[in-house]
């Protein structure tokens, strides 16, 4: 082989690895931001997320990477995480739940953002209408929030002699005080008192649980927060030891043995911010996407748990349920 072939030959081979290095840096990466903890409840959501972004032509490791933040259940993490994200040119952000889109959205106002929240996104600003965004976020809204009383009347309705309700509520989630005053308002109208109990960390559930003893709390509803949904198998198993008749958006909760679950479907909603998060890698742009309104809830009974704490359940209490677990 003559001088200069060899030369090409030998230029041409050591070019293949920088080609192969410049297409992986090519392939797009979303960043995940979540303020709890991975696996558990998170992995069937995860799984629905990488399903969304598949039925959109997207494959983790083949055409796309995924960049995960956990806050380890700190939520004053965020913000930090959300900035590692924004410094690592990630092309969107998938930011699971209301306080981990609150710190994506400090930390930028160009790399598109799909969030999940149970707030009502308008109203705490993340995006000017819901079917115009307007900005570089949008999503999917589950409503949680609003649903609140919804989750009292239920609760009235299957122990209609109980005076004393309890709220179980995380007082860091930024909306612990839209969810507190929806319900005091909506116990007010039933001429119900509301009881607040504080828990931020799962050492706190015990000690809140012992405290619904106390103050003679005769039912209880666990407000939504990414820190309960990963302990709802506790959630459950306290409830059932102190024997309080409980509610919960999440149907985990009344799989595990909670009394009862009043919510949307959560896998297909992480199916739909999936979706969404494919199609802004496609070119698509978050402001032109409307927000999506979870349409659907589900009421879930638990009978098994119901029969175990000595509460008898109305016939028209259970005909209404979606689903009854006996």
């Not at 929806?182 to 809140?208: F, I, K, M, W, Y």
């Not at 302990?231 to 509610?247: E, F, K, N, W």
Request: proline share 6%; aromatic share 6%; net charge neutral.
């Amino acid at each position: 082989m003559k001088r200069r072939e060899m030369i090409a030959a030998l230029g041409g081979a050591a070019a293949w690895p920088l080609a192969a290095r410049a297409q992986q840096t090519a392939m797009p990466v979303i960043g995940i931001l979540n303020p709890t903890t991975p696996g558990g409840v998170w992995l069937p959501l995860e799984a629905a997320f990488r399903q969304g972004l598949s039925d959109s032509g997207y494959t983790e490791g083949r055409n796309v990477r995924i960049e995960g933040r956990w806050a380890e259940g700190q939520y004053d993490r965020l913000p930090a995480l959300a900035a590692d994200l924004t410094q690592h040119g990630v092309a969107a952000i998938a930011a699971f739940t209301t306080p981990a889109a609150k710190a994506a959205k400090a930390a930028t106002a160009t790399i598109p953002i799909v969030f999940t929240t149970i707030s009502d996104p308008v109203q705490i600003g993340f995006v000017a209408s819901l079917n115009r965004p307007g900005g570089n976020m949008t999503g999917v809204s589950v409503l949680a929030v609003e649903v609140g009383p919804k989750l009292l009347e239920l609760l009235h309705a299957a122990v209609p002699s109980a005076k004393a309700i309890g709220l179980l509520i995380n007082p860091r989630n930024p909306n612990a005080d839209a969810q507190s005053k929806n319900l005091q308002t909506a116990a007010q109208r039933l001429g119900l008192q509301l009881h607040v109990l504080n828990a931020s960390t799962q050492g706190d559930l015990e000690p809140a649980f012992a405290r619904v003893q106390e103050l003679k709390v005769s039912a209880l509803i666990i407000a939504q927060d990414a820190l309960f949904n990963t302990q709802t198998g506790q959630l459950a198993d306290l409830s059932v030891r102190y024997a309080v008749p409980a509610i919960y958006p999440n149907r985990d909760f009344a799989e595990a043995g909670g009394l009862m679950s009043y919510g949307t479907e959560l896998r297909d909603v992480y199916r739909q911010a999936g979706i969404y998060a494919g199609r802004i890698l496609k070119g698509e742009k978050p402001a032109d996407l409307p927000v999506i309104q979870a349409s659907k809830f589900e009421l879930i009974i638990n009978l098994k748990t119901a029969r175990t704490i000595g509460l008898t359940l109305s016939p028209d209490m259970v005909s209404i349920a979606d689903e009854v677990i006996e």
